[in-house]
């Protein structure tokens, strides 16, 4: 079945209104009729399967014939605290963050920070097409929300936000203790948030190292090879939803 994505207040009662962009793409594009049935995220974690009623030429009503709990979510939130990177990177670490389970992207400026966004217009704009890009993602990987793309954070307003998490990882260059690494992984699968800062192109500063371990972050080891700020985080995010979805079917 096809999927689509509505506000809240699009659902009235037993129906839903499809509007926009949606009602042409089901009718010239897809070419389906009354009676078919489609899947309708809310982007807040339910799944609502329903039958095509009504069409008209900027309106599709379908009719609610079973509510679940979206199954494409990860059971712990992960929040990437991503320092910007140069040029068009951050857009794939969106996409595909978003395709891995990320919960919500924060872009962080960083003292490496080779790019800077401090034009409030561009940061706006910036922020804007990040979103369309995690949206984008969230429909065609079948999220049951819409992952956020908060706006740019300065790293101590990070780490303000991420000290409300459970738990907080950092993978680190300098760091070594793959065994340390792996029971820190383990113990974040069974957290309901879990927070992962990565470094820019530069890597991280040592004052914003010593101030993530005094505030009692984890720094973590990827490995003996020096990854890219794009793969770092794709990495762990893998490894994460790797064991996530363990946690999960253990559960089950």
Not at 150 to 162: I, L, P, Y
Request: with cysteine; aromatic share 8%; net charge negative.
């Amino acid at each position: 079945m096809h999927w689509f994505y509505i506000e809240k207040s699009q659902i009235n009662g037993e129906y839903i209104s499809i509007t926009g962009s949606d009602v042409n793409h089901i009718k010239n594009v897809l070419r389906m009729s009354k009676g078919e049935r489609v899947v309708i995220c809310d982007g807040e974690g339910k799944d609502y399967y329903c039958t095509l009623q009504d069409f008209s030429a900027s309106e599709i009503v379908a009719k609610i014939e079973d509510i679940n709990d979206t199954e494409s979510e990860l059971q712990g939130k992960i929040y990437l605290f991503q320092g910007i990177p140069k040029k068009d990177k951050m857009e794939l670490i969106i996409q595909k963050a978003v395709e891995l389970g990320a919960y919500e992207v924060i872009p962080v400026s960083m003292k490496r920070c080779v790019a800077k966004i401090e034009d409030r217009k561009k940061e706006e704009k910036k922020i804007e097409r990040w979103q369309s890009i995690a949206t984008s993602a969230a429909k065609q990987s079948g999220r049951g929300i819409i992952p956020k793309v908060r706006n740019v954070m300065r790293f101590s307003e990070a780490v303000a936000f991420a000290k409300g998490l459970d738990i907080n990882i950092v993978p680190y260059e300098q760091a070594d203790n793959m065994s340390e690494t792996k029971q820190m992984i383990q113990k974040a699968a069974s957290q309901k948030s879990i927070g992962v800062f990565i470094g820019p192109e530069g890597g991280f500063d040592e004052s914003e190292i010593s101030a993530v371990i005094e505030a009692g972050f984890c720094p973590v080891t990827l490995g003996r090879r020096i990854l890219r700020t794009e793969t770092a985080g794709l990495t762990i995010l893998s490894v994460l939803m790797f064991e996530l979805e363990k946690e999960r079917d253990s559960i089950v």
